[in-house]
């Protein structure tokens, strides 16, 4: 049964994978219930401090929240604006909805849907190879509001040289179809496997050395960059103006923990876990060091398993005020 409006959304900061918590009895940290909602702190800006406007959320993280008999979505995107949300990014689901119904909801809570993953929700072939596919996202992307239009996994390309150059000539001819239709570009979302190396050398830098950047830019996913064992900084530093966006996650280097790095990387086999961000071992301060100015940049907050009971017991409500709060008070080293 669907919760009532009338129920404190800040008490479902204790929400677990299966919404269980919600109906049962919304066990949350304590003073969670009676905190007063997020606001913006006065602090001092300048290049070393992420804008609070600038914070979004991957809707992915608290997708254990989204069926109607748990919240929904309208319930859910109240708890994100709440703790203090700006920006929205979806995972290519619109619940039901149309997109343009989807941009009213989340406008209507004072944050703006600013990215989407669009492409298909199994291992197949990627709609963006057909011309068809890509005019409908166009048209959905434009009714959305979005700046770019962009996928999220690499699916099913060959982890190979060829198969990369391959992906980045389609990365090639998406973008400029992207920005003939309005957009700023086309840009595509890393996991682990795209680090896989060859030669010595990730498969990932093929698609930054063979892509126009006046056409394909890239959402940087440091997380799971992270999880295959480059420093993330490095990238920051060398092609940091091909970074409009990134998600934001943390890790966990766990000898018992639930995932493993992809095999080929150079943590290929390592096993951790997600944390939610500023909570595990990735050190922020330097990982953002390496951009020149971190007020040109979009900051997605995900956590691929905050909806598990088992991998995240505090539930995904937690992991996105943990998250936003963390970032909006980090300063960077210089």
């Known amino acids: 049964m669907k919760q009532s409006t009338a129920l404190s959304r800040r008490g479902l900061l204790g929400v677990g994978a299966v919404g269980a918590a919600v109906v049962a009895g919304l066990a949350a940290p304590a003073g969670a219930a009676t905190a007063p909602a997020a606001t913006p702190r006065r602090r001092r800006g300048g290049p070393s401090v992420i804008p609070e406007a600038n914070v979004g959320l991957q809707i992915y993280t608290m997708r254990n929240l989204l069926p109607e008999d748990v919240l929904g979505l309208e319930q859910t995107l109240e708890i994100a604006a709440d703790a203090g949300i700006a920006q929205i990014e979806l995972a290519g689901d619109y619940y039901g909805r149309t997109p343009a119904q989807v941009r009213a909801l989340v406008e209507s809570f004072g944050m703006r849907v600013t990215s989407n993953h669009f492409g298909p929700r199994s291992m197949i072939q990627n709609i963006w190879y057909d011309a068809g596919e890509r005019a409908r996202i166009f048209e959905e992307a434009h009714a959305l509001g979005l700046p770019d239009v962009g996928t999220g996994h690499s699916y099913v390309a060959p982890l190979t040289v060829d198969g990369y150059k391959e992906m980045a000539a389609a990365f090639n001819v998406w973008g400029e179809d992207a920005v003939a239709n309005g957009f700023d570009h086309f840009f595509f979302h890393n996991h682990d496997m795209e680090f896989t190396l060859a030669g010595g050398r990730p ?90 100015d971190l007020r040109d940049h979009r900051y997605f907050i995900e956590h691929d398993d905050a909806g598990a009971a088992d991998r995240n017991p505090a539930g995904s409500p937690n992991t996105v005020w943990t998250g936003r709060k963390f970032l909006a008070e980090l300063d960077v080293r210089r």
């Not at 799971?224 to 490095?234: C, E, H, I, N, T």
């Not at 091909?242 to 000898?255: A, L, S």
Request: glycine share 10%.
């Open 203 to 292: 498969l990932y830098d093929i698609l930054l050395e063979e892509t126009d950047p006046r056409y394909v830019k890239f959402e940087l996913d440091l997380g799971w960059l992270a999880v295959a064992g480059p420093d993330p900084r490095d990238y920051l530093v060398e092609h940091a103006d091909r970074f409009p966006k990134f998600h934001v996650k943390d890790v966990v280097w766990d000898p018992e923990g639930p995932r493993t790095a992809a095999a080929g990387t150079v943590n290929g086999g390592r096993r951790f876990r997600f944390a939610d961000v500023g909570k595990g071992d990735l050190d922020w301060s330097h990982i953002f060091s390496g951009l020149d």
